[in-house]
């Protein structure tokens, strides 16, 4: 597959002179149609300021720091180990290795970021990923769509942001080369790099579902010339599961989530996802939906015994769905917004 960072809906929104592309007509229109949300985005955009802020700082120092001339002689083992603790001591405990091949990564740039311009090819200089999954709060989950979620998801983005750059700057005091992936500027489209690093499988839901945190998590790496051990990719049986589960699809306020799957070059399953009927959700309730990730009953939580053992095993996939269905209903959705939220006029949904 090739992925080219121009084709994404973010790179195409921000882009005057692409007005031929049918499909972001079909977007700018969507944008005219909902100016009136704009003070709830403000809002939200408020509070994660200073979040912001620190990881950009720190992203620049990152991008900009000389590596230490002498190297650290160390085993593999020893450095991967170190790395792992260094992401687990900012509080993220899924982390993954994995080997970057060009074709993991963007084959041009989509933005004009850093020292990189609009359609820049993606140069392949690093053999190693460190990637990790920062989970977005299940209070500001459980109220979407809603500003909570639009915060909740951008101060997961800042924080991965944040914690790569640390990380790069680490490796780079080590005597090694590295360069940060992440919501500041991609190297790639992460989701699939999280996957090969054993974060979890892509869902129906059109995101990574990790065991834990299901698909409520954002993506950060670093890639790295420092040799590191790799970690294998992951199947705990989530296709057979969302065959049964299908509880993304039949939430989704704008039915972006299909119900049939398709097949890729290889043989893998995946579902496809309709970005622009998404993407109008986003707009009506203020930039964000997220309603696939509360319907996920790995982001609300599935006992740890049965995630281990329910691939090839259909009985305990629909006892983890039927105790989900019990405990949640349709969906694990609270109404009261969070009591420090700034009082504009919410939209939400059921
Ligand atoms: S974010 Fe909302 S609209 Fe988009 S796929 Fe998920 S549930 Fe559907
Ligand atoms: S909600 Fe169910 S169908 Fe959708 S991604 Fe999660 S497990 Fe799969």
């Not at 990881?55 to 790395?83: F, G, P, R, V, W």
């Not at 065959?243 to 070059?265: F, G, Q, V």
């Not at 996939?317 to 504009?344: S, V």
Request: glycine share 4%; hydrophobic share 35%; charged share 30%.
């Amino acid at each position: 597959m090739i992925y080219d960072e121009r084709d994404t809906v973010f790179s195409k929104l921000m882009l005057k002179n692409m007005k031929d592309d049918s499909k972001i007509k079909k977007m700018a229109s969507i944008l005219e149609d909902n100016k009136n949300v704009e003070d709830d985005v403000y809002a939200c955009d408020l509070i994660v300021k200073q979040y912001k802020k620190v990881s950009e700082d720190l992203h620049n120092e990152a991008l900009n720091m000389k590596i230490n001339s002498k190297k650290t002689n160390i085993k593999i083992e020893k450095a991967t180990n170190l790395i792992k603790e260094f992401v687990r001591l900012s509080g993220i405990d899924q982390i993954g290795i994995t080997k970057v091949e060009k074709e993991d990564l963007y084959t041009n740039r989509g933005f004009n970021k850093n020292n990189f311009e609009y359609g820049d090819k993606v140069e392949h200089k690093f053999n190693y990923a460190i990637v990790f999954a920062v989970p977005i709060e299940l209070d500001y989950i459980n109220r979407a769509p809603s500003k909570e979620l639009f915060m909740g998801a951008m101060l997961a983005y800042a924080k991965g942001s944040e914690v790569a750059a640390r990380l790069a700057m680490y490796i780079k005091s080590l005597g090694y080369d590295a360069i940060t992936d992440c919501h500041i500027s991609y190297e790639s489209p992460i989701s699939f790099l999280g996957e090969k690093a054993g974060l979890g499988q892509m869902g129906r839901c059109n995101a990574v579902v990790n065991p834990k945190y299901g698909n409520r998590t954002k993506f950060a790496a670093v890639h790295t010339n420092l040799p590191l051990n790799l970690d294998k990719q992951l199947d705990f049986g989530l296709h057979e599961f969302c065959e049964l589960c299908r509880r993304c699809e039949n939430n989704c306020p704008s039915k972006a989530i299909s119900h049939d799957c398709s097949y890729d070059e290889n043989n893998k399953k995946y579902w496809k996802h309709d970005e622009i009927a998404c993407f109008k959700v986003w707009k009506s309730t203020g930039f964000s939906c997220g309603v696939c990730m509360s319907a996920c009953p790995f982001s609300q939580g599935v006992d740890e015994n049965l995630v281990s053992k329910m691939k090839d095993n259909k009985e305990i996939m629909i006892e983890i769905i039927k105790q989900h269905q019990k405990k949640y209903g349709k969906r694990n959705h609270i109404q009261k917004p969070l009591n420090f939220m700034p009082n504009t006029n919410n939209k939400r949904c059921k």
